[in-house]
């Protein structure tokens, strides 16, 4: 009897360690099952073209709706090579709603358009109308601008 006693305490330790290893391997699991995970996008078309001349277009979409287009050309602009395109790409946002933009990138800068974006306020008509009499004006004798 005295033995059956002492192998249950024995198996009893032996259970409990074992739970106890146990439980920081299923609270490790339970963290990675927590964090965000990203899921996999296929491509459903992909286009690809770059001309020896320099121009060249790329498209693709993904199997989740995603959407880019990009036609550009090489340019040089003041004895500067460099790259003027213009494209689009369509996304569907966290809120469920489809945001698309259309842009231009060249030697005047990014500039994107979409219905999304802020806008700048208008200009004052009195500020307006100054800029259209001043756009009237000779130009001054000293050339352009002013020297303070």
Do not use: C, W
């Not at 809120?95 to 802020?118: C, F, M, Q, W």
């Not at 208008?122 to 050339?143: E, Y």
């Amino acid at each position: 009897m005295l033995k059956a006693v002492v192998l249950l305490a024995v198996f009893s330790v032996i259970g409990a360690q074992k739970q106890h290893q146990q439980q920081p391997h299923q609270q490790q699991l339970q963290q990675q099952q927590s964090l965000p995970r990203y899921k996999e996008i296929p491509i459903v078309n992909l286009e690809n073209v770059l001309e020896v001349d320099g121009k060249f277009r790329y498209s693709y979409e993904g199997g989740d709706g995603t959407r880019a287009a990009q036609d550009g050309q090489q340019i040089v602009v003041n004895n500067q090579v460099g790259t003027a395109s213009q494209g689009q790409y369509t996304y569907q946002g966290d809120d469920g709603k489809t945001y698309s933009i259309s842009y231009i990138a060249d030697e005047n800068g990014y500039r994107p358009v979409g219905d999304h974006l802020p806008t700048p306020p208008p200009v004052p008509a009195p500020i307006a109308r100054a800029l259209a009499h001043l756009a009237t004006l000779p130009p001054s004798k000293d050339g352009p601008g002013r020297k303070f």
